[in-house]
């Protein structure tokens, strides 16, 4: 592949894919995506890891399409991360973490991502149980990753 997208690109689709999408707490689903974006890069990340993390909710988030991945023009590393990150509707979370840690920067992206779902701000807007529920599932998930 001769040409692939910039990342300023990147992030132009993700944030239009996602548009008018909100996270639990009624937010933009876009800042979770720019906070993982720039986790990703403060932890060292490579440009192809913060394209991932621009994306990496995309296709398990349904705005974009398997298709469209598999035929983007990103550098197939990204593309690699992104399906790694992208968790089956009934995937058991032993398979999906062995698969990120199988997939070669799939891990930091994947750190970036809990950081940010489990900033205390955003669980602060949720309900007790919806944030109980989430707290114990990053919790177990960084557990499996070896980030405890």
Sequence with gaps: MSQVL??????SIARHAHSGQTDKSGRPYTEHLAAVADGVAARG???EQIAAGWLHDAVE???????????APLAQSVKDMVLALTRGEDEALESYTRRILATP???????????SNSDPAR?????EE??????????????LLGLS
Excluded: I, M, P
């Excluded at 910039?6 to 992030?11: G, K, N, Q, R, S």
């Design 6 to 11: 910039t990342l300023a690109e990147v992030e």
């Design 45 to 47: 990340g490579s440009d």
């Design 61 to 71: 988030d349904h705005v974009l399409s398997l298709e469209w991945l598999q035929t």
């Design 105 to 115: 920067g799939a891990l930091l992206v994947k750190e970036a991502d809990l950081a």
């Design 123 to 127: 669980l602060a807007a949720l309900d």
């Design 130 to 143: 919806t944030r109980g529920r989430l707290t114990a599932k990053y919790a177990r998930t960084r557990t």
